[in-house]
């Protein structure tokens, strides 16, 4: 159950357990594994196969859904949907402000070259049209935000598809139980990402979208491209997957090799890979003219999904461009985050300090990230790692863009783990999709890593919702 705090999405804390429907499916876990594992393996097992009967897969391998969800109760459900929401404003103030302030630029270094791409910025707001929030919850009972997921995120149409399969297993885990995963957007209608692109299209243009390219470079990231083109060519709009280089900038605009106008731009790709090379810059700059829409712009795909936005939204020296309500909800959701470089700045408890010095006074209590890595790669946890690993680290962290952030530990959780096929406690976040500046759903990955991945050995907890108490 929850317990408020407050109003508005700022204004929730959690008791110890997420909901009484989540402690009883934790107890079951627990039982059925000691004297009854058969029963809950074969539930999974048949998960497993309709999971994969339905094509949904991670970059060719099984997609690994977990028989036992993450249940929460729908006042949590509600609360971390209006936190999601409200997150969506606070980027489209930070975009604005990396415009204009110099100082806002400086933390985004491995940008500069690039703001004729990223400074050109649509009219329409928001200007995030699709992002995953990822977060956990941190020790003071608030969701905090670890990352933003505004390029091309993952399971923007599996995840719902995946729940609404899970709703259909016969689950010995849910004995007496009225869970439901309907209530989110992208399981109830599973159109609802493909509805968002052409109203993105629509908000850009006042037109109807007719034709679409998912875009990729060199073949990398081709997970749930195969859904996207699929559901678009179901809604009746023209739609390919296309590299790069197989587009052309004309006179009419962005044509694919057919010769046809593209009108939208769906980024499936390495955001980081794509400034290394030449062939790409005719496409950014028909981006950039708005010779297309691109889903999301180029501001989206590289500073707003950069790690050190966040220390752009916790750093008290821009503190005065949010409204208080803003302000609230960067001081609760946000956890503290500094892009690492010498001299002097603020701490947690808001006392000047030199920030390398901190880092390596506080290892235990601090994480060290590359600002723009995906999947979790080089994070370093400091309460994980060797003093002499740490040092080197922090080393490099102040000669390559990276930034400094508290460390939030990440609740427990039992569950399966279908790929290994054992049953234990796993560190476990949850996630908020957010689709044209509303909420669309929600995933919860679990780990054995410090860092939860899918990528790197995690697994996919459906969310459901306990309406017992509705």
Not at 52 to 80: Q, S, T, W
Not at 85 to 104: K, P, Q, R, S, T
Not at 259 to 279: S, T
Not at 402 to 431: F, N, W
Request: proline share 4%.
């Amino acid at each position: 159950m929850t317990t408020q705090m407050g109003s508005g999405p700022a204004g929730i804390a959690l008791a110890p357990a997420i909901s009484e429907a989540d402690t009883r499916i934790e107890r079951r876990v627990r039982e059925l594994a000691t004297c009854e594992s058969a029963s809950i393996w074969g539930a999974q097992d048949e998960l497993s196969r309709a999971i994969a009967k339905a094509g949904m897969h991670f970059e060719g391998r099984a997609y690994p859904v977990c028989l036992r969800p993450l249940a929460i109760d729908v006042d949590l459900a509600n609360h971390l949907s209006a936190i999601a929401e409200g997150m969506i404003n606070l980027l489209d103030v930070a975009a604005e402000l990396y415009c204009c302030n110099e100082e806002v630029q400086d933390l985004f270094p491995a940008y500069n070259h690039l703001k004729h791409w990223t400074t050109c910025l649509p009219k329409y707001r928001p200007l995030v049209r699709i992002c995953r929030l990822d977060g956990i919850f941190g020790s003071d009972g608030y969701y905090k935000i670890l990352e933003t997921n505004t390029e091309g995120p993952g399971g923007v149409i599996q995840n719902g598809l995946a729940a609404k399969v899970w709703s259909g297993i016969a689950n010995p885990l849910l004995q007496g139980l009225a869970l439901d995963v309907s209530r989110q957007p992208f399981v109830k209608d599973p159109n609802c990402f493909i509805r968002e692109l052409a109203s993105a299209y629509r908000a850009a243009t006042g037109c109807e979208l007719r034709t679409a390219a998912v875009v990729n470079f060199r073949g990398r990231y081709t997970n749930e491209v195969d859904w996207i083109v699929r559901g678009l060519r179901n809604a009746g709009i023209k739609a390919d997957l296309l590299d790069i280089t197989a587009m052309k900038r004309t006179s009419r605009g962005l044509i694919g090799p057919d010769g046809e106008v593209i009108d939208l731009v769906y980024n499936k790709l390495d955001v980081v890979e794509i400034i290394k090379y030449d062939e790409p810059k005719e496409y950014l700059d028909a981006c950039a003219a708005q010779e297309v829409v691109s889903v999301n712009p180029w501001i989206s795909q590289w500073v707003l999904s950069d790690k050190a936005i966040l220390a752009v939204l916790s750093d008290d020296r821009f503190r005065s461009n949010f409204n208080a309500e803003q302000v609230e909800l960067i001081a609760r959701h946000i956890p503290w985050t500094r892009f690492v470089k010498s001299g002097v700045t603020t701490n947690l408890e808001g006392s000047r300090i030199d920030l390398v010095g901190y880092i390596r006074k506080n290892k235990a209590n601090l994480v060290l990230k590359p600002s723009n890595a995906t999947r979790g790669e080089h994070v370093l946890i400091g309460r994980f790692t060797s003093p002499e690993m740490w040092e080197r680290h922090i080393d490099l962290a102040v000669r390559n863009p990276s930034v400094v952030q508290e460390y939030v530990r990440p609740r427990q959780v039992t569950a399966l783990h279908p790929a290994s096929h054992s049953i234990k406690k796993m560190g476990y976040g949850i996630d908020c999709y957010v689709f044209g500046g509303r909420f669309a759903g929600f995933q919860s990955r679990a780990s054995f890593h410090a860092v939860m991945n899918v990528g790197r050995g995690g697994i996919l907890m459906p969310v459901a919702i306990d309406g017992t108490d509705a």
